[in-house]
Structures are given as structure tokens and as C-alpha cells.
T-cell receptor
Framework: GDSVTQMEGPVTLSEEAFLTINCTYTATGYPSLFWYVQYPGEGLQLLLKATKADDKGSNKGFEATYRKETTSFHLEKGSVQVSDSAVYFCALMRYGNNRLAFGKGNQVVVIP | GAGVSQSPRYKVTKRGQDVALRCDPISGHVSLYWYRQALGQGPEFLTYFNYEAQQDKSGLPNDRFSAERPEGSISTLTIQRTEQRDSAMYRC????????FGPGTRLTVL
């Protein structure tokens, strides 16, 4: 079945550091890929998406590129802020399936 | 415009009681989804509707769980005879190509 794997464990880094969160997927066909973010005390918000191979999603300084050859959708930001502290979820949706399959999420803590 | 709303935001109940969780989707959205999220995990699909028709309920864990959307707008997820293992965050989303989530209902079964 469809599945998403995110790197293990929380991520702690200093303000202005470079952030990478790895995400790989297993799915039939060519799914759409998403990153959702959950800020403390808030609900899930869509951060960015990509719908086909080589597409790059971007928002709020975050980027992720849909890599079909490596079945990956890694999230990156060049210079994080304290306000980026949140839990980040990678997810996929297979065309015609309508359900999202999520990874376990990564807690990101940015220290001033 | 208004996003997805859910009520109640928090629900504490005793084992064996029935609970009803409500979701009000973004106006005009045809598709509505329910997910359950355990602590430290990503959301897991439960069921979804197009208009009032339940299209897929394969994620409902057992027959104590049911959902309806009688007029194609507001949806209710009902859990009968709750058990402690039902404690989780229940999330609702609406949309098609992109799903927009509500704030969730935190259910605690004592």
C-alpha cells in the first residue's frame, strides 16, 4: 500500500541554520505530494505541494522538489527562524484515491 | 473566508459512552474527510464523503465507528461504546486536490 517515511527523531537547530527534513514514499503510479505543518496549539496547515515529477513546491521560504527517480520529496529551508518551530508532516495522495497517507512527522525546534 | 470548523475542540468521556464529533467544511467543498491521529503519529484516514455519499469507509477501525453527512455539508463522526484506545485527535478536512484541515477534536476516554 501507499506509505510515507520521514527521518527519525526531532530536529533541533539554531536560528539561521539550514533545515532539511527527508521524506520518501512508496505508491502506485504518480501521487501528489504534500508538506503540512502543525504549529504549537494549532491545526494542520498546508505548507506546499507538488503534483508531478520535477515540480518544485515552495512557500514561506520552504521548498521541496518531487523526485520520481528517488521517490523523495525532501523539505528544505535556507535560514530558519524561531517561528518555524513546529511539527512537519509529509503526505501523499494517489490520483483517484482521495485519501492522504501521512508520515509520522518531525518535530523541529529552532533555538535563538 | 471561513475554514473548516470542528466541535467540540475537547471531549472527555467515560468508557462505554457514545460520542458525536462534528465537522463543518469550507463552504462549497464537495469532499469531506475524517482522520484520526494518535500522539506522535501522522493522521490516519478513516472515511470520506462526496456530497452526502460515503465513498470510502475502509479506514473505520470497527463497527463502533460510523459517519454521516446527510445534507452534503456538515458531517458527524459517531463512536459508540467508547474504549480507552479510542483516545486520539480526530481531524476533519475538506477539499479535493488539496485537503484543508480543521483544528481537530481531542477525545479522551477515561
Amino acid at each position: 500500500g501507499d506509505s510515507v517515511t520521514q527521518m527519525e527523531g526531532p530536529v533541533t537547530l539554531s536560528e539561521e541554520a539550514f533545515l532539511t527534513i527527508n521524506c520518501t514514499y512508496t505508491a502506485t503510479g504518480y501521487p501528489s505530494l504534500f508538506w503540512y505543518v502543525q504549529y504549537p496549539g494549532e491545526g494542520l496547515q498546508l505548507l506546499l505541494k507538488a503534483t508531478k515529477a520535477d515540480d518544485k513546491g515552495s512557500n514561506k521560504g520552504f521548498e521541496a522538489t518531487y523526485r520520481k527517480e528517488t521517490t523523495s520529496f525532501h523539505l528544505e529551508k535556507g535560514s530558519v527562524q524561531v517561528s518555524d518551530s513546529a511539527v512537519y508532516f509529509c503526505a501523499l495522495m494517489r490520483y483517484g484515491n482521495n485519501r492522504l497517507a501521512f508520515g509520522k512527522g518531525n518535530q523541529v525546534v529552532v533555538i535563538p | 473566508g471561513a475554514g473548516v470548523s470542528q466541535s467540540p475542540r475537547y471531549k472527555v468521556t467515560k468508557r462505554g459512552q457514545d460520542v458525536a464529533l462534528r465537522c463543518d467544511p469550507i463552504s462549497g467543498h464537495v469532499s469531506l474527510y475524517w482522520y484520526r491521529q494518535a500522539l506522535g503519529q501522522g493522521p490516519e484516514f478513516l472515511t470520506y464523503f462526496n456530497y452526502e455519499a460515503q465513498q470510502d469507509k475502509s479506514g473505520l477501525p470497527n463497527d463502533r465507528f460510523s459517519a454521516e453527512r446527510p445534507e452534503g455539508s456538515i458531517s458527524t463522526l459517531t463512536i459508540q461504546r467508547t474504549e480507552q484506545r479510542d483516545s486520539a485527535m480526530y481531524r476533519c478536512a475538506s477539499g479535493t486536490d488539496t485537503q484543508y484541515f480543521g483544528p481537530g477534536t481531542r477525545l479522551t476516554v477515561l
